[in-house]
């Protein structure tokens, strides 16, 4: 048995059965890491010793009967959720040398279940980014080519996962950032709805568009950590208070159903966007048929706002970056170049050596369209833009159940092909930035191989608070799809 491929759900199973102990399971995978992530490049830190020593302690709660789903399963965490006492660098210079004195209430939720914490993840600077390149220490590739890139911000959790180098992690995603890089990297991820999941303790980019969420091997496990990180915190004043319910077990009670009584919007405004590759299309195509041999009826749905949602982000996102990045000023936080005799100098040498190019441009567009004479213009119209992309959806769901469409217009893209032109990068979020803009959750779920052999997904949006209607239509999908996601052979 190939320890590295389990699910969360089977390793559980054999955790539980005593038949694997946490401290193989985890061997096996940081021996995994030692041997190929010098290639993916998945990882910013790991620390073996922490990690065999919380399975080692794994192993004892589950020896004395105590055990939760998620005691003595590895996990992988983006490095933009601290954690206590582990380097949190965003993949900044600017924080290269930053250790958090407290855990953020997700990584505070896996400990209190003694998961095994493997590493921390490589991400785009703050998450700005769709590649993972822009990166202040290293690139990561796509397990399935490594001449490609593993999508992003959260590509080093999207690659960890499907280079079998854990269990499953959690990313971020602020316009895409767990749903495009589970795409490109054959794995499923899913955005919950805004204020589902507490933001304690993640380094914010754009605060009213952020939300933590998994990234799984399959639809099931997604499930399982919707149950452990959802809820209200007293911590984060923008979690919601809503009830949450059992995620995996609704699943279980679907499983012999088929999805019949479910509609699925298919926006005819998506259908027109430029640059979708054709091999896209024919994926999408096919995974239409899919749910309707399952029952689903398709509707044609309209979003008409759709042309304006790239512009309405990258104002919104920028601004809130530009206001939530002033607080790294060599003072408070990581590091400083340069005595500080002249403050203003400080600012300046430590801002400009800390923060990569990426990070500067959105902080420069942020501060610009947020100044006295131009908000009105800038952030002021953006967010009435957003507004209306809000009441799109509404009445889009008038019609249908969830809304799908592809993740990404394109497989991934070669590494570097996109850098030396932002506007391109940002234009491929298309289908990704809405749900963020809404506020509603998303899912990614693997749907077919370009004949590259690269990974492509499916999006399915929902109603706000309504994870189940995406996590029901996107098992029903994986299993009738049956995709062969034996992982690449490194
Ligand atoms: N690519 C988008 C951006 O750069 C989304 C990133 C994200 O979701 N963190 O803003």
């Given at each position: 048995m190939d320890l590295h491929a389990l699910t969360i759900g089977k390793a559980r199973e054999l955790l539980s059965q005593s038949k694997i102990s946490s401290v193989e399971l985890t061997r096996a995978l940081l021996d995994r890491i030692d041997l190929y992530d010098d290639r993916i490049g998945a990882f910013i830190t790991v620390d073996k010793e922490a990690a065999l020593a919380q399975a080692l302690a794994a192993d004892e709660q589950i020896a004395k009967g105590n055990q939760t789903p998620f005691t003595g399963i590895p996990i992988a965490l983006k490095d933009l959720l601290c954690t206590r006492g582990v380097k949190t660098t965003c993949a900044s210079k600017i924080l290269g040398n930053f250790v958090p004195q407290y855990d953020a209430t997700v990584v505070a939720k896996l400990k209190k279940e003694n998961a095994v914490l493997i590493g921390k993840t490589n991400l785009d600077e703050f998450a700005m980014g769709s590649s993972t390149e822009n990166s202040a220490f290293k690139i990561t590739r796509n397990p399935w080519n490594e001449d490609h890139v593993p999508g992003g911000s959260s590509g080093g959790s999207a690659a960890a996962v499907a280079a079998q180098f854990c269990c499953g992690s959690l990313g971020t995603d602020t316009g895409g950032s767990i749903r495009q890089p589970?795409?490109?990297?054959?794995?499923?991820?899913?955005?919950?709805?805004?204020?589902?999941?507490?933001?304690?303790?993640?380094?914010?980019?754009?605060?009213?568009?952020?939300?933590?969420?998994?990234?799984?091997?399959?639809?099931?496990?997604?499930?399982?950590?919707?149950?452990?990180?959802?809820?209200?915190?007293?911590?984060?004043?923008?979690?919601?208070?809503?009830?949450?319910?059992?995620?995996?077990?609704?699943?279980?009670?679907?499983?012999?159903?088929?999805?019949?009584?479910?509609?699925?919007?298919?926006?005819?405004?998506?259908?027109?966007?430029?640059?979708?590759?054709?091999?896209?299309?024919?994926?999408?195509?096919?995974?239409?048929?899919?749910?309707?041999?399952?029952?689903?009826?398709?509707?044609?749905?309209?979003?008409?706002?759709?042309?304006?949602?790239?512009?309405?982000?990258?104002?919104?996102?920028?601004?809130?970056?530009?206001?939530?990045?002033?607080?790294?000023?060599?003072?408070?936080?990581?590091?400083?170049?340069?005595?500080?005799?002249?403050?203003?100098?400080?600012?300046?040498?430590?801002?400009?050596?800390?923060?990569?190019?990426?990070?500067?441009?959105?902080?420069?567009?942020?501060?610009?369209?947020?100044s006295a004479g131009y908000y009105d213009a800038y952030y002021g119209r953006a967010s009435q833009v957003r507004t209306l992309i809000m009441e799109d959806f509404s009445k889009a769901f008038e019609q249908c159940d969830f809304i799908l469409s592809p993740v990404a217009p394109t497989p991934a893209f070669k590494i570097g092909e996109n850098t030396g032109d932002p506007l391109t990068m940002y234009l491929s979020d298309i289908f990704t930035l809405s749900a963020n803009m809404a506020g509603i959750p998303g899912i990614s779920v693997p749907a077919g191989f370009s004949a590259k052999g690269l990974p492509m997904g499916i999006q399915m949006m929902g109603k706000h608070f309504d994870e189940i209607s995406l996590l029901r239509a996107g098992f029903g999908f994986e299993r009738a799809l049956d995709l062969k996601t034996d992982f690449p052979v490194l």
């Open positions: 589970a795409s490109h990297c054959g794995v499923v991820g899913l955005k919950p709805t805004y204020g589902r999941v507490s933001r304690f303790g993640l380094v914010s980019y754009a605060s009213s568009l952020d939300q933590i969420g998994p990234i799984t091997r399959d639809v099931r496990d997604a499930a399982m950590m919707m149950n452990l990180i959802c809820g209200n915190d007293p911590k984060d004043s923008t979690s919601a208070k809503v009830d949450v319910p059992d995620f995996t077990g609704a699943l279980n009670q679907f499983e012999a159903n088929s999805l019949k009584g479910m509609k699925a919007g298919v926006p005819k405004e998506y259908l027109g966007v430029e640059g979708i590759d054709p091999e896209v299309s024919a994926m999408f195509d096919r995974a239409k048929k899919v749910l309707e041999s399952l029952g689903v009826e398709i509707v044609e749905i309209s979003l008409p706002h759709t042309q304006y949602v790239v512009a309405a982000y990258y104002i919104i996102a920028p601004c809130e970056a530009s206001s939530n990045l002033a607080r790294f000023d060599g003072v408070r936080y990581g590091v400083r170049d340069s005595e500080p005799d002249d403050l203003i100098e400080m600012y300046k040498k430590t801002k400009s050596q800390g923060f990569g190019p990426e990070v500067q441009r959105r902080i420069i567009i942020g501060t610009y369209a947020l």
